[in-house]
Every structure is written in C-alpha cells, then in structure tokens.
C-alpha cells in the first residue's frame, strides 16, 4: 500500500498563493493516477486536479481551472498542488489520493477511483 503525506497548507490571504506537496512512500511501482481532493466543513468532499503518471493526462475542477496547477515529480515520488488566486471559497482540508489501477476522463474525478489516501493539509484563505 502506497502512504501518502501532505504539507504545505497554511493561512493566506484572498489573492495570495501555496503550494501543497504529496510525497508517496510504499509500493510506489504501482502508482498511476495521482489526485488532489478537498473537503470543506459540512460538505462533500470534491475533486480538484489529477495527473497520469507521465503527466500526459490531467484533469482539472471547473472551479480551480486556470487558478491551479498540478504537477509531479516522479523521481522524488511527489505530487504538487501550485494554487494562485486564491479565494475565501477555496477553504478547505486538502488530500492527496493515489489510484492504483487506472481511470480516465470524469472517472479519475471519482474519489471511489482512488486506492490510498493522506491525512489532510488544511488551507484557509481570509477575505
């Protein structure tokens, strides 16, 4: 199984930017998808960007399209979250996800796609 950790959340102000980092650790030859989801207090938690192995494929949420930027760097096993932009709405406990199999299209914006999960890097923005 494949551990995953986060970091790199904070307190910025609206308009300001992070970057968050998933280093992965465990049976990392399996890795394919890499995903970033976020959860805000009494919701469901949602999709934000995900990227294949080679970075061929990525996907973004419509609400984090042209703000956020998704990228990995295979040989340190980790997966960054670069947000710009950022807005009061973008509050929330952000995770880091691993699918092991495959999924393409609507399918890696499944949080049910995914394998391993992180526990969690909180991002608050302030208006």
């Known amino acids: 199984q494949v551990q995953l950790v986060e970091s790199g959340g904070g307190l910025v102000q609206a308009g300001g930017s992070l970057r968050l980092s998933c280093a992965a650790s465990g049976r990392t030859f399996r890795r394919y998808v890499m995903g970033w989801f976020r959860q805000a207090p009494g919701k469901e938690r949602g999709f934000v960007a995900a990227?294949?192995?080679?970075?061929?494929?990525?996907y973004y949420a419509g609400s984090v399209k042209g703000r956020f930027t998704i990228s990995r760097d295979n040989a340190k096993n980790t997966v960054y979250l670069q947000m710009n932009s950022l807005k009061p709405e973008d509050t929330a406990v952000y995770y880091c996800?691993?699918?092991?199999?495959?999924?393409?299209?609507?399918?890696?914006?499944?949080?049910?796609?995914?394998?391993?999960w992180g526990q969690g890097t909180q991002v608050t923005v302030s208006s």
């Open positions: 996800a691993n699918n092991e199999n495959y999924c393409s299209g609507d399918g890696c914006s499944e949080a049910s796609a995914y394998d391993s």
């Open positions: 990227i294949t192995w080679t970075g061929s494929r990525i």
